[in-house]
């Protein structure tokens, strides 16, 4: 048994450390202790990543989250050689950042039970582990998938092209009749190369690839991406009305989505009303979010040192007016579908998460929550405006769809109240003095995290002697809970995968990055 | 002149279908849109889209044979065939002969058989369990349709489609048949609740699964073809209801038949509006219960007559 306060040290959300005070050990003293506080120690993992020593080899840094003591551990280690042992088969969150660190760093993970490429690139420096021998990078999804034999067993592929307008992804099913064997998802399709990107930043550009990390959650990115500075910077002061600015805006994200999704579910099981007003709803909320920066998607209106702009008190007015016709209409439409037998009928029993595989497999958000896991950086982690006022927590347990449906609606309940109680917040807002290439502290690591409308947007940066940073590492909440996905289709019905995969409304660019 | 008149009344409810089958799609649509308060489109609309599809040209996937090419037209006649039998007035169908009924059952299974046969014929996985999914739809549906039938005939005492469906039934059993008949509908239709007309979502389709290989012409074909289905089961339904007699006068009753027909569009779109999709094994149920509603209808039927 490790000891965990040798390999560890306690950390806080959007606090600058020194990267010097993050306590480097052997590689198998982090991974064992690593498995062994995700197996029982109540932590999971938040991030887990490689980066450059030169001269030295890799250091791997892992952040761990435990939600119940709001405690947050970073251990790190140093790879001479470029391999590492694989803790995967006994810590099954890990998996997915194991094949990461292989695919950006050409670092071999022994043992790894399913070691395929995460997004199909090229290692960011050498050769990496799937290179072919003519130079050429890998294409896309041309990876051995699992298959199943036998007589009536059948494979479908889906995608990448889909039959509506969404994002691509691979999806490979092994079926026997309607039955799903097993469902591997391949995604990659959209990899931009953000992290990458942001190495030697911020510049004037940086701000703009955090927004499009994820569109659907630009305002979550975006302020995990502005804590960070902020905290690297301490000398500029966000003022009151800017953290308010930000958390409404946040929690109209959340609305906007959560009111598509509860849309999108009943259009999913072909319930007409819920589905067609949901659609219109959703629009609404982008409206409301457009009031503020003239962008529907919040694009512009979360920079550095607060927010770009405000309302003044007749906005202020107009949206409250906006904002509570529109809940309502909310509350009707889901109101409807939670109380048609018809529509109960088909969300119970579906796509059932249970607790230990959720936990197990490390999922965050509003899946992780309707499989009765308390867990929500909003109340585990708070930064800012919600130390200030908490936001009640929504929790189901049976984790199937209709716990991830409740949950939402709950979640759309709770933000409401928390937009309307912070209007008056908004007013004598100070526009934060645009300063695009702000002077970091060197040597430091900093972890921000924000609960995005889809769970935890994990954002983790490391800055060099130059105050630059030498390594920023994005976790989309889609990144833990694709594997969720591919886990409830075990023993599903094939015909019940869309309406799965909607409870789940994953991002493919968010995962991709 | 008798003969004239005789022989333009039998045509009369043929004629009918096949010119206002693609507006009883229309108004379908337009009560659904009333519902999502939406405008709607057109009540043309499927006039608009087949007449455009008649004009492109058709893509057919090399993999595939004459029994793709084929089967479009193999469906729409003998769904044609069917509705010439189900189509009648009180003095007779376009075609009517003793025992036509079966016939007509029969050109139905054709029109299955031969869309699950061209869908199997893509290769396509999606298509493929669009066939697998039909068929294991099938003799539940055929069966309740079939047993409704044999109560039609020991009610009535024929056995050819346009006396069937007479006054002579008792009340009981006709309203019996209507319901079993409407959830047939439903599932042969691919509509709310057994299906979803409007989705994407190939992998949960039934029916619109088994032709999306099909364009141009062919897929002209086949969206007439289902408007056909439609308004033979729905004035079946009607039928079951408004025996012939009712008004009077043969017009009146062909008015009255078609007017009923719109009533079940306006029905079928009130269900779809206000229910969610079943479970796929929970349609076998509901036609089940359909088969046992048929079989009420049966034992009161062969109770009246004995």
Redesign the interface.
Known sequence: MSDFNSVFIPLRNCQQYRLSEVPVTSSEALLEAMAEQCGNGGHRISAFFALEEPGVGHRLIAILADDRNGQLACGSCLLRKPSMKSISKICPQAQLFEREIAEQFGITVEGHPRLNPVRFHKAFSGTGVWASPDGKGMLPSVIPFKRVEGQDV?????GPVH??IIEPGHFRFQCH??RVFNLEISLGYQHRGIEKSLVGAPDWRSIHLVETAAGDSTVAHTTAYCQILEALAPARDVPGSGLAVRAVLLELERMANHAGDIGAL?N??????T???CGRIRGDFLNMTAMFCGNRFGRGAVVPGGASRSLDGKGIKKLEKYFTDSFNDLADAAGLLFA?P??T??FENCGVLPKDLAKAIGVVGPAARASGISRDIRKDFPTAEYIKSCIPIAQCDSGDVHARALVRWIEAENSADFILGHLGDLVDHVAAANVAEPKLQPDSLVISLVEGWRGEVCHVAVTGKDGRFRRYKIVDPSFHNWTALELVLKDE???N??LCNKSFNLSYCGFDL | MADTRTMAFNLLPLLCGLILAPFMIGVVNRT?AF????NGQPLFQLYFDIFKLLRKGAVISRSTTWVFRGAPAVSLASIVFALAIFSFSQEGAALSFPGDIILAVYMLALARFATVLSALDTGS??E??GA??EVMLAPFAEAAFLILILAAAAASGSISAATMFSAAVPLPVRILMFVSLFIVLLVENCR??AD?P???????MIHEVMVLDNSGPDLGMIFYAASLKLWLFASLTVCCIMPAGLTGSVAGDIAMRVAGVFCVSVLVGVV?????????D?VRRMLLFASALSSLALLIALGATA
């Not at chain 1, 059948?154 to 889906?158: L, M, T, Y």
């Not at chain 2, 409007?198 to 949960?204: K, P, Q, R």
């Open positions: 059948h494979e479908v592929a889906v039959a509506g009749g309607e009943a999913d099981v072909a319930f007409l009303p589905s067609s007003y048609s018809s529509v009928e088909r019905l094939i015909y995968f869309p | 659904k519902f999502a308060g939406r996985s999606f493929g369990m697998s999914r709310v609740p979803d409007n989705t994407h979502l190939e992998l949960t779809e509006s206000v229910m969610a999709r079943f479970r796929f929970k």
